[in-house]
């Protein structure tokens, strides 16, 4: 009962975190006065405004971080809506938080291990990480039960009981 009360309740700073977040992308400011990530992305730098430059592409462990994120928002309104059960695998998977394109990324970038998983398991559990990392070497990013992301380095990754080929 507590864990499912600790899991709502960081479902429920999650949304209003998110609420907060799309507040300050409709004043275009975050609380310091200063343009907010996602602008900052999206602004042109004076090179690239002259016609010169090439677009900056995500980093590709940021990119992974957040789409994690989401997936784990994403994993809390299927659960709520399945009996607190996570879906068994991703071949089926669909939510309204997630558009079709963030889905095939899903699908092609990551190792889903939440099958059989309810809300009510351990905090700790590992439900993805992003396969597409590990050949780097340096790790990957693991998602979590209690919906945080968290960059693991070879050795926490066999902690976890991820293996990979190449570390």
Request: hydrophobic share 35%; aromatic share 8%; proline share 5%.
């Amino acid at each position: 009962m507590v864990r499912k009360f600790y899991l709502l309740f960081s479902v429920g700073v999650l949304l209003v975190a998110l609420n907060c977040s799309c507040k300050q992308k409709d004043k275009g400011t975050n609380q310091t006065g200063s343009k907010s990530p996602q602008q900052q992305a999206s602004a042109k730098s004076p090179q690239q405004e002259a016609g010169g430059g090439s677009e900056t592409v995500a980093d590709p462990r940021e990119r992974s971080e957040k789409k994690l994120s989401e997936f784990g928002k994403a994993l809390f309104l299927y659960a709520n809506d399945n009996e607190d059960k996570l879906p068994d695998s991703l071949d089926w998977f669909s939510s309204p938080k997630l558009n079709a394109e963030e889905i095939q990324w899903l699908l092609d970038n990551v190792k889903y291990l939440g099958g059989g998983v309810t809300i009510n398991n351990d905090p700790g559990t590992v439900l993805a990480y992003d396969k597409t990392l590990l050949p780097e070497g340096e790790g990957t990013n693991v998602l979590f039960l209690d919906s945080h992301v968290e960059f693991a380095k070879p050795d926490k990754l066999k902690e976890l009981g991820i293996e990979a080929e190449k570390f």
